[in-house]
């Protein structure tokens, strides 16, 4: 049967372990003094809209919490804060811990208690008088305000991904206790923290990284969702066989049930080509060309490299076919962005500690970084990503995260109203870019923001 929006019961008060019988909609927001631990405010009964995000262009988890602040509102704890405003009250003065609690339809819960709490990051007034005030909590992740307390001053040698795992576990960087799926990379980078933040860090690894297709393709995301950390490859998001389709829906016109195979209907979608010819050429989506110079042999290369070559036999395109171009505009040179590097052999070799110097010396003639296998592969990949986009609203499903895959399904335009005919040019595999969890005290809903890096439906939507 077609999932309906169904109203969510009204938030009430009160929290407890093993509630996820009490349907859709908000449970719980529970504020935390940051000067006095033991006293709290539940604001629940209060929430106009909870509104939760996950991106893959997104370091931590975001959430906009919007209350009405009546000045009548508890503290858990007591004390002076009884029958004042919770701003005033607790006092909300920023970095406060935020319990939240939401669940869907569909049985689905996002718990964000002790272990995985969120924090205030602002929180303004929106509207005051002289009895209430609407308040709006800009909360995100623990993680993104320690990551402004934190500095990586060290060296690093190895592979990148055990650069990432230390960062995000060492005490004296980011020291999560989060789950982390962190994806193992092919290759090494020697680097120096330079007192950067754990952030750029890890951003910057991203860009370097290549995975197993390692000379053909490169590139990875680091993001949260629910469910953890992530560090993940273009390749292994756009896999058929390793990000399996979580979920299918369809959007059509039709009242009656959703067709067999799909788990749910969308309620109103739109699809863009995000292929913009003369930006695609500048950016070198398509073909880059590499010269580089080795300072120590002092050898001088020209590298070209071309998409539809590098991919040719990987199973790495979500579509069937990349954007196709017009033999007129193309010249023999394929390439339209051209990429200059100074390599930089014998920079930090392996071999860092005491009595490690000969081990050095044997590697003084290495490449750090593999600029020629990695760097452009990494730009065409990053720019061929966004090549569609999709946007749907569905029924509020908690199960969805950033980084998922989902199948996607919209007629074909055509004269006859009554077509059933799917698309073939828009329809099939896509990846959630961008989710939005859209909560009421009457309704529940998801936005999904779905990318992928080619056109034409491969697949099908009953396969998992």
């Not at 804060?81 to 970095?95: A, Q």
């Not at 996002?110 to 205030?120: A, H, I, R, T």
């Not at 990284?209 to 950390?229: I, N, Q, V």
């Not at 339209?336 to 010396?361: A, C, I, M, V, Y």
Request: hydrophobic fraction near 30%.
């Amino acid at each position: 049967m077609a999932n309906k929006v169904l109203n969510s019961r009204q938030a009430v008060p009160g929290f407890a372990e093993g509630e996820g019988e009490l349907g859709a909609g908000i449970k719980k927001v529970e504020i935390v003094s940051n000067s006095d631990p033991s006293r709290s405010a539940e604001v629940t009964n209060g929430v106009v809209q909870l509104l939760y995000y996950e991106s893959i262009l997104q370091d931590t988890l975001r959430a906009t919490v919007t209350f009405t602040d009546s000045g009548n509102t508890p503290s858990e704890g007591g004390g002076d804060g009884l029958g004042k405003s919770v701003k005033e009250g607790l006092p909300i003065d920023g970095e406060e811990t935020v319990y939240i609690s939401i669940a869907d339809n569909n049985g689905n819960s996002l718990d964000f208690k002790k272990e995985n709490p969120f924090v205030v990051n602002t929180a303004p007034n929106l509207s005051d008088d002289t009895t209430k005030s609407v308040v709006q909590l800009d909360l995100a992740s623990a993680e993104f305000l320690v990551n402004e307390n934190s500095r990586v001053n060290v060296r690093f040698d190895g592979k990148i991904s055990d650069h990432v795992k230390r960062i995000f576990e060492d005490p004296n960087f980011l020291n999560t206790e989060k789950e982390l799926d962190i994806e193992e990379t092919s290759n090494n980078y020697n680097f120096i923290g330079n007192n950067k933040k754990p952030f750029y860090w890890l951003n910057k690894l991203s860009q370097k990284s290549a995975g197993e297709h390692y000379e053909k393709s490169a590139g990875f995301f680091f993001f949260e969702t629910y469910e953890g950390f992530k560090f993940k490859s273009i390749d292994t998001l756009l896999s058929k066989d390793k990000n399996k389709p979580k979920k299918s829906f369809i959007y059509n016109q039709s009242p009656t049930d959703v067709p067999a195979g799909y788990d749910g209907k969308a309620l109103d979608y739109k699809f863009e080509n995000k292929v913009n010819a003369q930006k695609k050429y500048a950016v070198g989506s398509s073909a880059t060309k590499l010269k580089s110079f080795n300072p120590f042999s002092a050898a001088y290369n020209v590298i070209d490299s071309v998409a539809d070559t590098l991919i040719e036999g990987l199973d790495v395109l979500a579509g069937g076919r990349l954007p196709s171009h017009n033999k007129l505009i193309q010249k023999v040179d394929l390439a339209t962005r051209t990429t200059f590097s100074f390599l930089d052999p014998g920079t930090l070799p392996s071999g860092n500690g005491f009595g490690k110097t000969q081990e050095q010396l044997k590697k003084s003639g290495d490449q750090n970084f593999n600029t020629e296998q990695i760097l452009n592969q990494s730009i065409m990949r990053y720019n061929q990503l966004f090549s569609a986009k999709v946007t749907i609203t569905i029924p509020g499903d908690f199960s969805l995260h950033a980084g998922d895959a989902i199948f996607v399904d919209a007629p074909e335009l055509q004269s006859n109203t009554k077509n059933d005919e799917v698309s073939k040019e828009s329809g099939g595999l896509y990846i959630i870019a961008d989710l939005c969890h859209f909560i009421t005290p009457k309704q529940t809903l998801t936005k999904l923001n779905l990318v992928r890096d080619s056109f034409g439906r491969t697949g099908n939507h009953t396969q998992r």
